[in-house]
């Protein structure tokens, strides 16, 4: 099911009012960091928008399973500006970090990957997850990790892993400690009985 969720920014005072279900605040947090650059472009884009007027301009996103987020702006006291979907915002930045796998368990890692095939960033970064938590000593990983991961089974890592991360954790897929993510068993019976996904005859 897909939650919305709406931020509300007031240009005057800087307050930020957030709507949503109160499972999903520590997910929307994160999200709110991929959102916030995004309001000096969009005031740009939106030239009918008389933001020095303006009290205040409403964000809002929908959270779900797509690899993408859109964002859409619109001031309060006038017709909402036809939405528009932001990509200017700049890359996240990661790096690449010891796992302790020996060449043994990378070559086991690259096998379990191929066979599951996942298609789509989701199910990329949830097999990479699930695979390093099932065969290590770690309960959660860090973004480094799972970019990493990404890096060792030579998959193309995300704009906005974070993003990807917080549509996993709102889907149940996984749980957030912090800025971490670990596997829950709705992400684990996913990738164990769904993937590889059949093909439609």
Same mark, same amino acid.
């Given at each position: 099911m897909t939650n919305i969720v709406k931020i509300n920014i007031d240009l005057n005072s800087g307050a930020v009012n957030i709507e949503a279900a109160s499972e999903s605040l520590n997910m929307i947090f994160d999200r709110l960091e991929s959102f916030l650059p995004s309001l000096n472009d969009a005031k740009n884009q939106f030239s009918n928008c008389d933001? /020095?007027?303006? +009290?205040?301009? /409403?964000?809002?996103? /929908?959270? %779900?399973s797509n690899d993408e987020e859109s964002v859409s702006v619109e001031c309060n +006291?006038?017709? @909402?500006?036809? @939405?528009?979907?932001?990509?200017? $915002?700049? @890359? /996240?930045?990661?790096?690449t970090v010891e796992l302790g796998l020996d060449a043994e368990l990378r070559q086991a890692f690259k096998d379990f990957y191929a066979e599951k095939s996942p298609t789509g960033q989701s199910d990329h970064v949830l097999t990479v997850i699930y695979w390093l938590i099932k065969n290590t000593d770690k309960e959660f990983l860090s973004k480094n990790e799972v970019f990493t991961g990404l890096r060792t089974v030579n998959e193309k890592a995300p704009k906005?892993?974070? %993003?990807?991360? $917080?549509?996993?954790?709102?889907?149940?897929? &996984? &749980?957030k400690n912090g800025a971490n993510s670990g596997l829950h068993h709705i992400g684990e019976d996913y990738v164990e009985r769904e993937l590889p996904k059949k093909k439609a005859k």
């Open positions: 933001y /020095e007027n303006a +009290d205040t301009v /409403e964000v809002s996103g /929908e959270s %779900s +006291d006038k017709a @909402p500006a036809k @939405p528009k979907r932001s990509s200017s $915002s700049k @890359p /996240e930045t990661f790096k906005r892993l974070t %993003s990807v991360l $917080s549509n996993l954790a709102l889907s149940s897929y &996984i &749980i």
